[in-house]
């Protein structure tokens, strides 16, 4: 059979919930231009809980996107990168920012009128 991700128990349903997730395509991005401790990361993207960046980033290397790097130096150090799969989203998720970022005000508009009819 065919992955669809239409269909409710297809793995690749997990899989577009793992990159479409704003979380993931954020830390994909941060880690285009090179791997990142896990402070660099949190402090690149505002708003992101230490737990939920904990939670993607695992998500992240558990479907082979993301490689984890622990160094044993006091203090420890560890270090994210993109693996060869990951960095093939790159096109794909700088799509979506270039996408988001150009289009910004038209969709801000689309809300405005939105809410003014509501």
Not at 52 to 74: I, P, S
Request: with cysteine.
């Amino acid at each position: 059979m065919e992955p669809t991700p239409f269909a409710r128990d297809c793995g690749s349903r997990q899989v577009l919930d793992r990159i479409g997730d704003r979380w993931s395509v954020l830390v994909v991005l941060t880690l285009a231009d090179g791997g990142k401790r896990f402070s660099e990361l949190a402090r690149r993207i505002e708003g992101v809980s230490q737990k939920m960046l904990t939670q993607t980033l695992r998500g992240l290397e558990r479907d082979g996107l993301v490689t984890r790097t622990a160094y044993a130096t006091v203090p420890p150090r560890v270090d994210y990168a993109l693996t060869g799969l990951g960095r093939s989203l790159l096109d794909l998720v700088g799509g979506l920012e270039a996408w988001a970022t150009t289009h910004l005000g038209e969709v801000e508009a689309a809300r405005a009128r939105y809410d003014a009819a509501g």
